[in-house]
């Protein structure tokens, strides 16, 4: 079964400094995707990596997806408070399936000054 | 721009009850899935459709579940006899045939079970 493990769970950002979420996942695939909640909210798609090597950037926020180490990570650079919410990936097992994403267990964010 | 609609946003159920939860997938969508959130948790696959069948189901997508695309637009998930631990947020998604298959998801509704 496909396990998604992410860390860290709980990240306290200062305000302009970078930071790194990671995506680890035990089995093949190459379609991961990263989204955004914020509380009591839906799921907002942030990035759509589709193969090793893959980067996508938006803003602040860059990803990156290696297949073969089987990781992706979200790096934040120069927080600011209106990037505090819940990340999380999210793995498409394409080899034996499709569509039945499996979620890590999300990385809350808090920006304080 | 379009996007997934669901209603109601909140259900209040007793438990045993059956409820219905509906959602409005992107009219060009093929792909409809079904996904629950308990509170704090991290967001769980219940089911996958594609041309009026179902494609996956997860464990938890058991015998009390079922889905449906009753007509052209809606497409629904029913929960029989409902437990206290069905209380979650339920989200809908679709996706299209592109070749990232990215879902969108709906609001979700908040089903409590009381």
């Known amino acids: 079964e496909l396990k998604v493990e992410q860390n860290p769970l709980f990240l306290s950002m200062q305000e302009g400094k970078n930071y790194t979420i990671y995506c680890n996942y035990s089995?093949?695939?190459?379609?991961l995707y990263w989204y955004r909640q914020d509380p009591g909210k839906s799921l907002e798609s942030l990035f759509v990596l589709l193969s090793n090597g893959a980067v996508k950037q938006e803003g602040r926020l860059m990803a990156s997806l290696d297949t073969k180490a089987r990781l992706s990570t979200l790096h934040i650079t120069a927080a600011v408070h209106d990037l505090s919410a819940t990340y999380f990936c999210a793995v498409d097992p394409t080899t034996d399936s499709w569509g039945k994403l499996q979620f890590g267990a999300g990385t809350q964010v808090v920006v304080t000054p | 721009e379009p996007e997934v609609t669901q209603t109601p946003s909140h259900q209040v159920t007793q438990m045993g009850q059956e409820v219905i939860l509906r959602c409005v997938p992107i009219s060009n969508h093929l792909y409809f899935y079904w996904y629950r959130q308990i509170l704090g948790q991290k967001v769980e696959f219940l089911v996958s459709?594609?041309?009026?069948?179902?494609?996956?189901k997860s464990e938890i997508f058991d015998d009390q579940f079922s889905v449906e695309r009753p007509d052209g637009s809606n497409f629904t998930l029913k929960i029989r006899s409902t437990k206290l631990e069905d209380s979650a947020m339920y989200f809908c998604?679709?996706?299209?045939?592109?070749?990232?298959?990215?879902?969108?998801f709906g609001p979700g509704t908040r089903l409590t079970v009381t």
């Open positions: 998604a679709s996706s299209d045939s592109s070749s990232s298959y990215e879902q969108y």
């Open positions: 089995t093949t695939s190459d379609r």
């Open positions: 459709f594609y041309n009026n069948e179902i494609s996956e």
